[in-house]
């Protein structure tokens, strides 16, 4: 997973190719749209995620970088600014979701507890991706399509599965994201055969 092992050229050549495919990517109805290679699906929640943690990480950037970093914020401005009404109503659609497929994985959890454990990382980034969503979209918007009361829901049943860790990504992405609000980034659900203080059965013999 790119957020365990993190890269600033990675991310500016991923947020790069998904500003550059945002027309005519906004306003289709498909809400996953593949980029090719080895490049992630370009959703508009995934090109937030990355614009956001570049924006604060400005001062590790090289000038070329900086300059690159400037020019895709342009292009996805730009396309926002246009298509703003179906750019919103993709985001909201997105966030919901992400939302349900994290209620699928609780199903998981509840059915295979080392499944739970072992399919954690996605799901994590997953909710993340949400966060990002319910920060950029209008308030109003986000508060008409219910997702305030989902999201609380969502994280209380994620809460039933998890305890805390340290953080689970790159350690040059902590900054970027506060455990106050970002706390399941800094939380896991255990393996089935972990005693409450995170040591294996196995290690104990």
Not at 123 to 140: F, K, N, S
């Amino acid at each position: 997973m790119a957020e365990q092992n993190y890269s600033i050229e990675r991310d500016l050549k991923e947020a790069r190719a998904m500003a550059e495919a945002l027309i005519p990517y906004v306003y289709r109805d498909e809400l996953y749209q593949t980029l090719g290679g080895s490049l992630p699906s370009l959703t508009l929640g995934a090109l937030l995620m990355r614009l956001r943690r570049l924006r604060l990480q400005q001062n590790r950037m090289t000038k070329a970088q900086l300059e690159l970093f400037r020019q895709v914020e342009d292009k996805h401005e730009a396309a926002r600014a246009e298509w703003q009404t179906h750019y919103t109503t993709k985001m909201l659609r997105e966030a919901e979701s992400r939302l349900n497929n994290l209620n699928t994985y609780f199903k998981e959890c509840d059915d295979d507890p080392r499944l739970c454990a072992n399919a954690y990382m996605p799901e994590a980034l997953r909710r993340t991706i949400v966060q990002e969503i319910l920060d950029e979209a209008p308030a109003d918007a986000v508060r008409e399509a219910g997702l305030i009361l989902k999201s609380q829901k969502t994280d209380a049943r994620m809460r039933r599965y998890v305890r805390p860790c340290g953080f689970i990504w790159d350690q040059a992405l902590e900054p970027v994201y506060p455990e106050m609000v970002f706390w399941w980034l800094y939380n896991r659900p255990p393996q089935p055969d972990e005693d409450d203080n995170g040591s294996s059965h196995d290690e104990d013999i």
